[in-house]
């Protein structure tokens, strides 16, 4: 299914959150889950992406209280945990050397994988997500239960943080769900954040316009925005800090965005056959060994590793 985009020389010109020029190039795209249309603008200067007229924040989260929303923190197919375990020991790696004295926070935990193998490397490990701590299916690791979008607008941030040492930070495909990431991040760096490792989708993924309206990663409105390295380095500079590491990996989208499409034709009542769908499922063992072999060749997502500058609050816009 090719991108939608809108026509028109009176469409409003909406300025990019990243980079405060006009985006004035639109692709319409639909939720599989809520089955509504939403408008993604797109700034030809840093080539970001995002929804123009979101959810506000206070409604975003039933976009959540979905079966799409629960595949965020339900955890993966056995073989597909294995899997996943080996991409993160390989991704938690840029943190460097954890010590005793370290904070590692691990900010939109999801099923609490990255914060398990941070468990076993650090002395300190706080899990942050949006779900109740009933939800949480890790006993020895902390929990806490935390409004992301509220903490943007808040100057406390993420609220008070055990111990005094060397604060890090890990957001794995966090960002994007965010109605303001860049203030996000700036609230990190006044929070005295050394290092964030940041993983996020790729705008710029070569698979994007092969699978059009499919492609998984699209995830409107829960995906507010679409990154790419310019527009990614753009937004850490502004919160005050630097980039030091920047790569892409591969991870499945041929699996996965077959699922969305399988899901966009069972809305419309098309043959959608409902063991297809579940064999295609996000964080099934499909996927996972599809993750696997796109690893090296692809370019799905952006890992970022972000250090804070002495002076990171001097740039704040």
């Given at each position: ?258 699922y969305r499409w399988l899901e966009m034709r069972a ?51």
């Amino acid at each position: 299914m090719p991108e939608l985009r809108s026509v028109g020389n009176d469409k409003q010109r909406r300025p990019c959150p990243i980079c405060q020029q006009a985006a004035d190039d639109d692709i319409v795209l639909r939720d599989y889950v809520s089955r509504e249309h939403f408008m993604l603008a797109c700034c030809r200067a840093c080539g970001h992406g995002f929804i123009a007229e979101p959810p506000p924040v206070g409604q975003i989260w039933r976009y959540y209280q979905t079966p799409a929303g629960a595949k965020m923190h339900g955890r993966a197919n056995p073989l597909a945990r294995r899997l996943q375990r080996l991409l993160l020991l390989r991704e938690l790696r840029l943190l460097g050397r954890l010590s005793a004295g370290d904070l590692v926070v691990d900010i939109g935990s999801g099923d609490g994988a990255a914060a398990a193998v941070l468990a076993e490397q650090a002395a300190s490990v706080l899990a942050l997500d949006g779900y109740p701590a009933s939800h949480w299916q890790h006993a020895k690791i902390a929990y806490r239960q935390v409004d992301f979008n509220a903490v943007a607008s808040r100057p406390d941030g993420l609220g008070e943080l055990p111990g005094s040492g060397r604060r890090l930070a890990v957001m794995r495909h966090v960002l994007e769900h965010l109605h303001q990431p860049e203030q996000f991040l700036r609230n990190l760096a006044r929070q005295r954040f050394d290092t964030v490792l940041l993983v996020v989708p790729n705008f710029h993924a070569w698979l994007r316009p092969l699978f059009g309206q499919s492609w998984y990663y699209w995830d409107p409105p829960r995906h507010l925005h679409q990154f790419t390295e310019t527009s990614l380095r753009a937004a850490a500079s502004h919160a005050g800090f630097d980039v030091d590491y920047l790569g892409r990996y591969g991870i499945d989208e041929i699996v996965t965005s077959l699922y969305r499409w399988l899901e966009m034709r069972a809305q419309d009542g098309k043959l959608a056959p409902r063991w297809l769908r579940q064999l295609c499922a996000p964080k099934g063992a499909l996927a996972g060994l599809a993750s696997a072999a796109a690893y090296l060749p692809g370019n799905t997502v952006i890992m970022a590793r972000l250090r804070r500058r002495a002076n990171g609050d001097d740039h704040a816009r």
